[in-house]
């Protein structure tokens, strides 16, 4: 560190003592302490150089400080400067920059939790109305893409076979025969940003229906938990099954057997047993979700809060900008930063600089 003290920088300290109150009332208690004494004009504090408070000044040692130890955390850069220099408020100071250097940013993993606690959508109030659809592949099958739908109250899942080729128009008429021919229009639709569902024939298809049509962020299959699990397996969180639910008996698996012994006997008592089924299902499903809420919150932050039109980093874990030539291994963990052109809930737009027409929507962004 001693490097640093060029002529020019000691130049810089010595006026700076003319205007700092601090360093001007130091000189009168010089004489009263062997640890505090003057050479070459320099004011030396329990033998380090006493720095006025410069915002300047104090920027480029810092800045200096930091860059010499290869950007290491803000305890070895204060360890550091404490050997050599003093100022009042420098671990403030020192915390302040190496919390907003950009390089620490971009490049290093976060240490801290991961923010943005759990909120799950409403429960639905009855089956086949609120529908949750995925695209699951590809295979090397004809039909090397699957659509599900599946019902967010009762979990029933309808498959429909579709191609990776299809056009939205096509994609559209292979849901509407496989769904709303069958079940009917639903209230409200949730879906990821696939092409398909951001284009102009199907929004003017939902907007005929009028379905309420929700899309998630992307890279976050958390808002739908649901859809996903039909990737791997339906896991029972209403207490019944999806077939009971919605068709309102319990399916018939030894046709032996002579049927269901608690089929209802009256139409009343029928529509008691699917009442009360879907009441049961729906406090059990809000049970289950509250359990999930408080388990996954257990280990996460809250989201701290971004302004409209400030600046922040994307993850490029999963951004991957175009501009960038490395390789993965060599990018930097974060991009930006970013424009913040609109927050809405628990996500925001920000505006990408390199395409100036393109926006991202991001469920979190780092808030460095």
Known sequence: ???????????????????????????????????????????????????????????????????????????????????????????????????????????????????????????????LCDLAIDFVGPSTAHYNLILTCTDRLSGFVQIIPVLQKDTAEKTVARFFTGWLATFGSPATIISDCDKT?????????????????????????????????????????TGFSPFELVFGQRPCLFPSSGGPSDAPTTVTSWLKQREGSSEEARDNLWVSRVKQALQHNKRCCPRPLIAEGSWALLDSANWRGHHQTSTDKLKERYEGPYRVKRVFNNGQNVELAFRPATTATQHSISPR
């Not at 329990?46 to 300047?56: A, E, T, Y």
């Open 197 to 237: 569902w951001t284009s102009k024939f199907w929004k003017s298809l939902i907007e005929r229906l009028n379905i309420k049509f929700h899309m998630t962020s992307a890279f976050h299959p958390q808002a739908d938990g649901q859809r996903k699990s039909v990737e791997f397996a339906i896991n029972v969180s």
């Open 1 to 127: 560190m001693g490097s640093i003290l060029s002529g020019i920088l000691k130049q810089r300290i010595i006026e700076g003592y003319a205007s700092n109150r601090f360093c001007q009332s130091l000189k009168a208690v010089l004489p009263l302490r062997d640890s505090c004494f003057k050479r070459e004009r320099l004011l030396y504090v329990d033998n380090r150089l006493l720095v006025p408070r410069s915002k300047d000044l104090l920027h480029q040692l810092i800045s200096e400080a930091h860059d010499w130890l290869g950007h290491l955390g803000f305890l070895k850069t204060i360890v550091e400067l404490r050997r050599d220099f003093f100022w009042p408020g420098m671990t403030r100071n020192t915390a302040n920059f190496v919390c907003s250097c950009l390089v620490c940013q971009r490049t290093k993993a976060p240490t801290t939790a991961p923010t943005g606690k759990m909120l799950t959508p409403t429960i639905p109030q009855t089956p």
